[in-house]
């Protein structure tokens, strides 16, 4: 589910349809069909004309949601579980919920991979742009977030959980470090 960035429309999944509704009237404006599986991760783009549906193995494409009409097809592999449009437009990450351990970088316009953020111990789930484009931050089940340069795929900062939040510490690639005085103690 997603809201378009006026807030004008809204746009949920349901099965393998997806449908547009009006956000103020709760009118269906249209439904998208064409995936042959549940749709698994929804996006919109942010000027709101295009959406990224997933539904898992081979099965994700871009929409053009003025028309209804899929504009193309991209070759992921597995179940996409987290999506997010750069706010430029101009990028797409994914998470894999099938065993792939890092995030995708695409480029929107000609549907084709960019780099693979990896470097996660276990699945990342869940992947978001700054508010500049430049950089994707990165959740995983192996307890890190990680912060990595959206135009090179370089990894730049690793940050750490401890004691279930309590302490954190922040490493950068080259091996410079920052963290609570817990965290410090321990390194």
């Known amino acids: 589910m997603d809201y378009s960035p006026k807030g004008n429309y809204l746009i949920t999944s349901s099965g393998s349809a997806v449908v547009v509704w009006d956000a103020a009237s709760g009118n269906k404006l249209k ?4 995936h042959q599986r549940e749709i698994e991760a929804v996006a919109l ?3 709101g004309r295009q959406c990224f549906l997933s539904a898992g193995y081979r099965d994700n494409a871009l929409w053009d949601v003025d028309t209804g009409k899929k504009i193309r097809a991209l070759d992921l592999w597995g179940v996409t579980r987290s999506v997010a449009f750069s706010p ?3 990028l797409l990450v994914t998470t894999s919920g099938s065993g792939e351990l890092g995030a995708k970088l695409w480029n929107v316009e000609k549907g084709y991979h960019l780099h693979t953020l990896r470097g996660h111990t276990s699945r990342a789930v869940s992947a978001v742009f700054s508010p500049d484009s430049k950089y994707v931050l990165t959740g995983s089940l192996d ?3 990680r912060i990595w340069d959206a135009h090179t795929g370089d990894e730049l900062v690793r940050l750490i959980g401890l004691e279930e939040g309590k302490d954190w510490l922040a490493v950068t690639a080259d091996g410079l470090f920052d963290g609570s005085l817990g965290a410090r103690q321990r390194v």
Do not use: M, N, V
């Open 31 to 34: 439904t998208l069909q064409g």
């Open 45 to 47: 783009s942010p000027d």
């Open 88 to 90: 430029d437009g101009r």
């Open 143 to 145: 307890g890190t977030a």
